[in-house]
């Protein structure tokens, strides 16, 4: 089975997956097992397909790559794991964050989210190279799996912290949920990725091959910083319009 396969396999499933996100919001909603107006479903749609292929690209990632990303959690030790060798799991992996990301690409534009569409952009890109690795048998499709792993794996927190405000939770009980996905957010984002990033670099040399990738790591650098900004500013205006001082 080759990289086609699994694409229009990853395809079917994908599709799937809105499909039942746009049933179950509907569902939730319509029935008032949420306490969310009609108009506020395309947000639920999201909320739901997001933290689906979140999940499962979690445990993708996870099991595709039997070590820990990085010899030691020591922000300053740029030591290399030892190489994993391709397999079907990866170049699975693959094909599924890639389908999913082309797949809400035409949503993103469709609906006009223009900073999402670069964020898909930059993804799909860094993806190919997933594809390249696989093509020329090098090795190197564990990079790829880091990094979707520290892209994905924390959405679902910020989902939950979305469920509990438009359902009335107590405030402090959402900030919490939204503290603990902006630290976990900074940390993957902001300080394991731009240290994936050095170690690519630093293994892998400088070549046009390398260098093609570097625009699509300042964007979600970029983006990621602009994230955690806004997430942080949200975090404080919510919490003055509701504690009681």
Not at 10 to 35: A, G, K, P
Not at 65 to 88: A, G, H
Request: aromatic content about 20%; charged content about 15%; hydrophobic content about 40%.
């Amino acid at each position: 089975m080759n990289w086609s396969h699994y694409l229009l396999g990853s395809y079917y499933i994908i599709r799937s997956i809105f499909r039942f996100s746009d049933f179950s919001s509907q569902y939730l909603i319509q029935n008032n097992y949420v306490d969310l107006p009609l108009s506020k479903k395309e947000k639920m749609d999201e909320s739901i397909s997001s933290t689906l292929f979140s999940s499962i690209i979690t445990l993708l990632t996870t099991y595709s790559i039997p070590k820990s990303i990085f010899s030691t959690y020591n922000p300053f030790d740029f030591r290399l794991i030892e190489y994993v060798e391709n397999n079907q799991l990866q170049l699975f992996t693959t094909c599924f964050a890639f389908t999913y990301f082309g797949y809400d690409l035409v949503k993103c534009i469709y609906h006009k989210k223009y900073i999402f569409v670069l964020h898909h952009i930059a993804a799909l890109n860094l993806l190919y190279t997933g594809f390249d690795s696989f093509t020329q048998n090098d090795s190197k499709g564990f990079y790829i799996m880091y990094f979707i792993f520290l892209l994905e794996s924390n959405t679902p927190l910020l989902n939950i912290g979305y469920l509990l405000k438009e359902n009335k939770f107590h405030y402090s009980i959402t900030c919490a949920s939204w503290i603990i996905h902006l630290g976990i957010y900074i940390l993957f984002r902001l300080v394991m990725i731009p240290k994936l990033i050095l170690i690519y670099y630093m293994y892998e040399g400088i070549t046009w091959k390398t260098l093609f990738q570097l625009p699509n790591f300042m964007l979600i650098l970029a983006g990621s910083t602009y994230w955690s900004y806004r997430q942080w500013i949200g975090i404080q205006k919510y919490l003055k319009e509701n504690s009681v001082i």
